[in-house]
Nanobody
């Protein structure tokens, strides 16, 4: 059973930064492409970033390219998302999931999410 636990969210002013973490267990994290997905209030799910298992290849949605950076530490079974130059429209619940350019598991296998709120 895939287990993912996100953390690091919070309230930040526009222009600020946050670092999100996702700790994985009960599956072969180091062999799994991983991604981040977010859901803004009243909107649908939006895939925003993905990384290959080995960490050498990344991909981003246009909405976050140049501001967010995905990374991973396979020795710690942890995925990260560095959020810089935050905008109010980045306010959302952020989830990590297995997959590269889209999640491959149903949402029930994602973590509980971590809330990011950006104030103006």
């Amino acid at each position: 059973e895939v287990q993912l636990v996100e953390s690091g969210g919070g309230l930040v002013h526009a222009g600020g930064s946050l670092r999100l973490s996702c700790t994985a267990s009960k599956f072969a994290f180091s062999n799994s492409p991983m991604c981040w997905v977010r859901q803004a209030p009243g909107k649908g799910l939006e895939w925003i970033a993905g990384m290959w298992a080995g960490g050498g290849v990344t991909t981003y949605a246009d909405s976050v390219k140049g501001r967010f950076t995905i990374s991973r530490d396979n020795a710690k079974n942890t995925l990260y998302l560095q959020l810089n130059a935050l905008k109010t429209e980045d306010t959302a619940m952020y989830y990590c999931a297995r997959g590269f350019d889209k999640p491959i598991d149903a949402q029930e296998y994602w973590g509980q999410g971590t809330q990011v709120t950006v104030s103006s």
